[in-house]
Structure formats: structure tokens, C-alpha cells
């Protein structure tokens, strides 16, 4: 087990019926609301005037700010960042999935700094980013996720595109970790199933990358990250059949909070060349980060993970999948197919060709993971240090 | 799944070494420190005097208390909170076992509110419990644990024994929860194996009592406190084979923090009678905790757990020892033939009689028990709630 530094300092509430103490839980932090959301489902389900209403009810204004796009963008974070300061906000609301909390991280950014959201976003070389992450100060951050996904809800990072770099990619520090979550299963009734799936793969990925990639001696982690897994495969399949199952939408909302929060990966110190890779994707292709994730995980195992560490892929199939073979090159193979299988059976497998990315696109993409991921280097930081040739490699293997 | 909060603020520093950062952590919260620790074993390791050297040159000035027993007392307590008043402390540092922290946690009130710590005891019909918990107000605390045992390193509880009135019980609240955890694996090294073993099942016992008692749809937690049973039963047997072997030491540690930390019970909301009992036993001989939990748990699970959740038992059998039996009753006595052997295996095995407890005492604690424990009902609070009769049972059970 590594050396690791841990702190998880966001409070969480978690529950049904929970958002109605939103207000309660909003007004420790701030008297006046910024409301950082999507462009409708929020309004469309009610929850959106759940939440000001329960603000208003404990004394605290709200100004929405509803034109979060998916993979949220920074010319639109670098708005809302003006909107807040002009309305004197001093807290952020972030209600919605992935986009939603990391624009409402970003925003309560550049509300205080007033500083333009690229300056800050790592691998853009023209910002100024290398002195101003970790960053130290923003507004206080509450977060309600309407989706079980990116586990953004209680971790210290976001991810923000721009669209005229064509760069996706993060910031983080301790100023970003949210005060509170509230976390209330109900709101993710409604998400669609090709949404509860991406999500599902989401959280699948951020236990695998760091699983696959981390110290191989950091077992209290593991079988967290197996447990972890188990239960986003389970429940996944559950909620797509079954979208108002209490039970089965309270465990992946759960499970996607924990797989990101910490305890699954300190002490092992994992790097997520899958995200560096999809985030190229999805910055030019605008296509769903979970999607991408999925078109991706067949290939990099067969291709990185079999080789470098198939024990390590025959060990997740084995306890996460039950595969019952002792070799473990077989091992490695039966978990590939497994973890396709359940893609598809959720409804999350999907190619490269299918969600409309160019085939002569993908050499200029495999550059662009490197310049944009590789933070100056020429592949992407890891135990495998993924070159452009590899990932080119990686896109070819799952275009169609 | 149960609806629940959960606030995690204790910042985790983990790994070979970090004690050395022991000062840049604490002259975070403060400028003159109560070293709150036991009477030698950190003065012979020499842990004690790193600390204060670390502490020196970070610019903390440390005053130290070393006369913490086990089982620590009312009155040490609050002789080393006027100690810490007098000196003007402004930050509490529990170095040690439970008992170091614990009592650090309770010196940390007293040396606020200058209010004897036997007030704030749960279940002293005497004290002000009821208004004073949970607690809100302490000085900061930082806790270095040389023992994995009681997860008190990063939780917001402690236990308090009022050798007069023979009881033990708990103090809580959130100005309990150490502002910082430095967890050194290399300073357990020097554990002899009784401690360590009886450290495993305190760890084993955090974990068990939620998963017996509490909600049966909380998979994701369930899962959770299987994956760190099996690594207490695992790492306890290589670290008592091998007592300086990092990775048992580290993974024990690990282990025993997110035992208490609060993800494994949150949303399951257990209650902890095996612990009720086993403070009456070492409120009366003074006996070592995990030692007294490992007396009790046999007859616990045979005469409360079988009858009650049968099918629990059985699952904890085949996800922790490996079971495969398929009936549900025969899988649970397997369960308990596993876990005895486990006990026997690590030498933390025992009978009261053997640990000095009279026979015709049980009578008399079972009625203790509840006096203390039942806080003013005539059984322990829980989803069985046990009565005095059935105490004495369970401890007639386990006598010889």
C-alpha cells in the first residue's frame, strides 16, 4: 500500500425525500443562491422548483443559471462565474448530473477570482494553470445529482470543455469539494435508460482505471473497488428494468458517490488514461462521457491491460463477474466478454463508427489525448505510459 | 437502504513514516500541544519523543500527559483537562491505542468547557447527557494511533470508564472528530499478538455488530464490511506471524479506520450491544476490550443472531470464511465453528472465567448491562432489543 493523503470533507445527506432539506442544508453556507443546472429536465420534473422553494424557505434567494450544456463548457462557466458576482451569490447551487456539479465547481471558481475558467484547466498550455491548481479558494459548493454517474457530487474535481481548443480536461482542489451533497435517490426516476447506463459505466470506469493501473498491494481497496463494482453491475441492470426501484437507484447513486470519493484508490494512487482518451472524444464529438467510456474499456483491456497485468483482469472477473477459471490469460479473456456482455445487456455498447466519429479522425485524436492529457509529455502519465500510436491503436480496435 | 448522514472531516495521512510530519500537521490547529498518551510503550519506542521533536520544529511547544490507563478513567480525564487549561493547550494530541485517543477526545472537552467529564457519559443518570451530547465544542484534536484496534482515530466517539460507579460508557459529537489521523503502520510494529489480535476483533466486531443488526437492504455497505472482514481476518494472522510485515500492518490499520469511519454502517443504522456488554465486563475487570468482545460473540451469534437473522450469519460465513453449505442454519453454525477457530488461530480465544470474571457476578452485570447500556429501558436499544435475562444467558454461555 502506498503513502496516501485522504480527506473527504463533503457532508452527506443522503436519502428519499432528502432534497426537500435543501434549504436547511443550503442556508449554513450562503444567503444567496446561484442555481447552476441544465437546460430542462430539472425544470421539466419538478425538482428545480423543489429546491427554490426549500431555499426560499430558509431565507435564501436564488438566481438559476439553466444553460448548463453536457460536457459544460467554458465559456459558459466563465458567464455564470459573472452572473454570480453581479448578483452577489455566495454559494453555488449544482443540481443535476456530471455537468451540472462540475460547472457549478467551476463557477464558484471564477465567481471569487474572476478569472477566465481556462486559465485554470489542466494541459491548456496558454493558462496558467500549473500555479493555480490545487485551487485553494471558491464559493462554498453544495451539490444535488439527479443522475448516479460521475461521483462528482463529493470529490474535488471537474471537468470542463473548450469548444475552441477542442479541450476537455480538469481542475481540482480542496476549495472544489463540495460542502454538502444531498443525495436523494428519487430524483433519478426519471433519468432514461441510456443515461443510467452511461452512468453505470462511468462509475465502472473510474474503479476499474485505478484498479488496473494502481499498486498491486493496496488489497482493503481492492475489495472495496470489487464490492463497489458488483453493485453497479447489479444495480444497473435493475434500474433499467425497474426505473422507480428505490433500492436499486439508491445503490448506484451510492456507489457512484464512494467509487470517487477516495477510499477506493488512496493507497493504490491509480492514474485513468481511459477518461484522458474519452475526453478527447467527447470535447470534439460532444458525445456522452459514459458512452465513450464503454466504446473504449473493450479494447484497452485487450490490448494494455491483458498484457501488462492480466492477473489483474482475471482477479476482477473472478469477483465481480464469478468467471471460474484458474488460468488467467483465460481468466482475462472470459472477463472481457463478460464486461461486453453486461454492456450490451444495459444497453451501453456501442462503437466509435456508431456515435458518428470520422476514421480519419482518429489519428489526430490519439495526437490530441497526448497533447491535451500528456501534460507536456509525449504519452499519458501511468504504469503504461499510453504513446499516441497506442491509443490510435486503441481507437481502431473499437471504430466499428 | 436507510436514509442517513455521514460527515467524514478527519484529514487522513497514511503511510511509512508520516509520523515524522507529525508537527507541519499539528501546528496546523495549534501552538501548544497536550500530548495525551499511555504510561511507557510510546516512551520506549521512542514514538513519543519523535513526536515531540516533529512537534518542536514545526513550532509547537508540548506539554505531556503519559498517565492514560487502560480502559481510561473519568478522573485521568479531567486531570489532564485542568492540565490542558492551566497550560494553556490549544491543541490535543491522543497518541497511543483507544484508550490514548478516546481520552484525548475527552480531555479536548474538558479543557473547553471545564465540566467533569462524567457528565457527558452516556447513560449516567447523574450527568447531563441529554443536553450535552453530542458534543460541539472541544479544542482540535490529532490522533497517531500505535495500535489497529479501535478506529478511533478518525471517528467522533469515545469511551469513558467511571471506575466508582462501575460504568463505561460513550461520549459523541462532531467536535470529537480529530481534525487530523496520522496513521503510521511502522509504529505498530512493536504490538505484541495478544493486542494485535484483540485489535482484529475490535475491528471485526465494528464491522459485524451493523451488518447482524442493521437495515438488510444496504448492499453496497454490506459488501463494503464483508471486503474489511476478510482483510482483518487475513491481516491479523500474517501480522502476528510476522510483526513487521508492512503491508499486514498497513492493511490492518486501513482496516480498522474504515471500520469506524462511518461508510459501512451509514444507511444500515446497527447498534452495537455486543459492545454494551462487553463494557460492562472491563468496567468491572478491567480487562482488554477486544479481548471481552471475543468472549462474548460465540454465544451472541449462537443464542441472538441464529435464532434472529439466521441468513445473515450464513452470509458473512461464505463471503468472509470461504462456507459452502447452502442451508441457511447449517451455513451459520459453520459461521461460528469459522469464527472461533479464527479466535483460536490468532490466540484472542477466551472464557470470563479465564479472564478472572466471577460466577456469581454475571448475574449482577447483566443487570449493569442494561443499567448502563438500556439508557433508562429495561433492554439494550437495537432490532432485538436484548434484555437483562438474556445478557446473563449469553454470558452464562460463554463462561468456561
Redesign the interface.
Known sequence: ?????????T????????VLKSGEIVCEYGKKALIVTGRSSTKKTGVLDKVIASLKQAGVDSVVFNRIEPNPRAETVDEAGHIARENHCDVIVGLGGGSAMDAAKAIATVAVSGLPIHEYIRGNFTGKWRELLPIQKALPIVTIPTLAATGSEADGGAVITNLKTKEKSGINGPALSPKAAILDPELTYTVPANYTADGAVDMFTHLYEGYFTGDE?A??QD??T???M??AV?FAKLAINKPNDY?AR??LL??ST?ALIG?AN??REGSYPVHAMEHTISAHYDISHGRGLAILAPAYFRLVIQTDRPHRLARLGRRVFDIAIEDDMQAADATIVAVVNWFKEIGAYDTLKNVGVKKEDLKMMADETIRVGGLGKNSLAGTHPLTSDEIFGICNAVYE
Chains 1, 2 share one sequence.
Open positions: 500500500m502506498l503513502n496516501f493523503a485522504l480527506h473527504m470533507p457532508k452527506i445527506i443522503f436519502g428519499k425525500g432528502e498491494h488489497n482493503v475489495e472495496i470489487e464490492g463497489l458488483r453493485n447489479r433500492e439508491a445503490h451510492w456507489t464512494l477510499i488512496a493507497g
